[in-house]
């Protein structure tokens, strides 16, 4: 059964800090990876999405890596803005039919 | 852009009524799924649909269920609502394609007293 694990739970940083998010998963028969960004109260937001043949996917800021092998993904984020603070969500796709499995989340939190 | 909307996005009930979220979704895309967000639990799958009147259970089918009478609307279904059903839910849809992205609505937030 795959599980999908992100570190760390929380996250408090300075603006104009650059970050990492991490995200580990047990199968690496995986699809792709897809992060997420969830304000609260609201629903998810796709950022990025990565095939399981890819290394990394770029959007503005953000940069999002794919190690199969060792069941790991990163998002980095740079130069970080009080806009950016939110919940940031992985999810893997794998299986017969498609199923993403989600991680808990990572709060982050930057100060102006 | 690809659009998801949720029939309400607030909702209180009263336990042992019968609730309906609706989900649409403008991109004619095959797959539709709910979900449902718990703090400290994560989402999780309750139900998925590949096809119009085709269904799956996904993790936590238990007290749910769904209804696909057409392609691009996807409805979950409490038939006898109970306070463990107070959650987020989330609707999402995407193509019937391994390397397709999924897509989601605003979200439900039900509240069952």
């Known amino acids: 059964k795959q599980e999908v694990t992100q570190i760390p739970a929380a996250l408090s940083v300075p603006e104009g800090e650059n970050l990492v998010l991490n995200c580990s998963f047990t199968d690496s028969a995986i699809y792709n990876l897809q992060w997420f960004r969830q304000d609260p109260g609201k629903g998810l937001t796709s950022l990025l999405l990565?095939?399981?043949?890819?290394r990394e996917q770029t959007s503005g800021r953000l940069n999002a890596s794919l190690d199969k092998s060792s069941g790991r993904s990163t998002l980095y984020i740079a130069a970080s803005q009080p806009g950016d603070s939110a919940t940031y969500l992985c999810a893997v796709k794998g299986g017969s039919n498609y199923k993403l499995t989600f991680g808990k989340g990572t709060l982050l939190t930057v100060n102006p | 852009d690809v659009k998801v909307t949720q029939s309400s996005r607030y909702l209180v009930k009263r336990t042992g009524e019968k609730v309906f979220l609706e989900c649409v979704q403008d991109m004619d895309h095959e797959n539709m799924f709910w979900y449902r967000q718990d703090p400290g639990l994560g989402l999780r799958l309750i139900y998925f649909s590949y096809d119009v009147k085709m269904k799956e259970k996904g993790d936590i089918p238990e007290g749910y269920s769904v209804s696909r009478e057409k392609k691009e609307r996807f409805s979950l279904i409490l038939e006898s609502a109970s306070t463990n059903q107070t959650s987020m839910y989330l609707c999402?849809?995407?193509?019937?394609?391994?390397?397709?992205?999924?897509?989601f609505g605003p979200g439900t937030r039900l509240t069952v007293l």
């Open positions: 999402a849809s995407s193509l019937d394609y391994p390397f397709h992205e999924q897509f």
């Open positions: 990565i095939q399981s043949s890819q």
